[in-house]
């Protein structure tokens, strides 16, 4: 039975929802008409409640079959997203987008990863969503452009560590981490920063209070953050193994990087005012780090210094000893030229 309509709106909803049904069953081939029906049911305009647990499991297990099916589903996610111009829908959709990285089949989720086939960094193409039906939706749509940033951040991410943050399939990194170069540590490191930086950009907004599909991206991001201080924690462990065989520009960079991460600490503490251990234990780790670094960047200011003092002595030294040569070969040089008629003139 379906859920009671209880607004004109619910039922204009319903309306359109029922219109998208039957449209995709006109203009859809048979081998994926079921792909269409998935992806509209765990989208619908109820502004109630997030999708159907058991609609994104059914979406999830149509995607988790060939290579074709799993493109073929996350074209239609990504048609569906562009097309709308309801907030509700675009929140669903990227809800689900979210729900394939976090728990979604392999196959599903590398699908997902290679799209677009063009690539680029903003290709969810929310950046400029506005849902202007209400005031609420008007404000929905800042989320929207939130959400739609950050999921792309959070793929950005996960291609910069091969594979995705916080999916159920993620594999246990601590002993890949040690095979890295100095470089790639602080590349990963970058990454998930930049990931941190992003989720903290969150609306401020009275809307959370009742709004179940808001309450689901919190608990998501919440989810995703307490992943990314554990891969956090796992590389800066790594990097204090290393410190002493960093370069210069390398603790110079990791430095920067670290100060950004602690820039965002007090807005995180607001988000996420839950404190875990993890969480804890990454801002000790942060703060003990850089100034093992500050001391690393000293030592190498001190280490120049000194490289620089013995140079210039051992210049100065090596000038005095030409300098000296060369007044001996001039003045030796001279005595033959202006002495050389006279011992002519005394052999005569």
Known sequence: MGKKITTLRDLIGAIKDKAS???????????????????????????????????????LTLGDSSRATASSLIVIIMDRLHRTGDSTVALKCLLIIHQIIKRGPFI??????????????????????????????????AWIRFYSRYIESLLYTSRILGYFLSSS??????????????????RDVDSLVQLIEETVKLPDSLLLDGNKLLYEVIGLLSSDYLSTVN???IRL???KERLSCLSFGDSVELS????RLEGC?????????VKKPSTELLWCSVSELSLKIDDLKVDFSKRKLITFEKSSESARFNNRVIKFGDSVQFSSGRYEMTNLPMIVEGRN
Do not use: M, W
């Not at 269409?36 to 109630?48: G, K």
């Not at 989720?109 to 939706?137: C, E, H, M, V, W």
């Open 21 to 59: 049904q039957s449209k995709a069953a006109f203009i859809s081939k048979p081998s994926s008409f079921s792909l269409h029906l998935a992806v509209l049911r765990a989208t619908t305009h109820a502004p109630s409640s997030p999708p159907d647990d058991h609609h994104i499991s059914s979406l």
């Open 237 to 239: 462990s790594e990097v």
């Open 169 to 186: 399939s993620s594999c246990n990194t601590d002993e890949k981490i040690s095979t890295f170069l100095n470089s790639d540590l602080i």
């Open 265 to 273: 600490k007090e807005r995180l503490s607001v988000l996420f005012s």
């Open 231 to 233: 891969e956090l924690l």
């Open 256 to 259: 920067f990087i670290l100060k």
């Open 108 to 141: 599903l989720q590398d699908q997902l990863s290679i799209f677009p086939s063009t690539g680029g960094r903003n290709y969810l193409k929310l950046s400029a969503f506005r849902d202007g039906a209400t005031a609420s939706r008007f404000t929905i749509s």
